[in-house]
Nanobody, 114 residues
Framework: VQLQASGGGVVQTGGSLRLSCTAS????????MAWYRQAPGKPRELVAE???????NYVDSVKGRFTISRDIAKNTLYLEMNSLKPEDTAVYYC?????????WGQGTLVTVSS
């Protein structure tokens, strides 16, 4: 499965962005779809995930501000990001898992200016 992420950009503090991740194959059978991010000098961290299409988890720092969703018909994963903060600045990666197989998108840069 190939993943193509898009939607990053530069936004001011308090602004919004929506990231998209389109898969080359059906996402219906994927066990997990997720968004990770990596800020400069920091390890990659899980931001949000959908498990088995039903269980949604968020890292504490984005709860109430970010929403993860998927559109099976479009084979696309989304991350709606609101009330953005400078500390959200990072390269965002989409991830998919099926069994022991893991797939990564190429990353899209989100920059939040203060």
């Amino acid at each position: 499965v190939q993943l193509q992420a898009s939607g990053g950009g530069v936004v001011q503090t308090g602004g919004s962005l929506r990231l998209s991740c389109t898969a080359s194959a059906s996402i219906h059978a994927l066990d997990v779809m997720a968004w990770y991010r990596q800020a400069p000098g920091k390890p990659r961290e899980l931001v949000a995930e959908i498990i088995s299409g039903a269980i949604v988890n968020y890292v504490d720092s984005v709860k109430g501000r970010f929403t993860i969703s998927r559109d099976i018909a479009k084979n696309t994963l989304y991350l709606e990001m609101n009330s953005l903060k400078p500390e959200d600045t990072a390269v965002y990666y989409c991830n998919a898992q099926r069994g022991t197989l893991k797939y990564w998108g190429q990353g899209t840069l989100v920059t939040v200016s203060s």
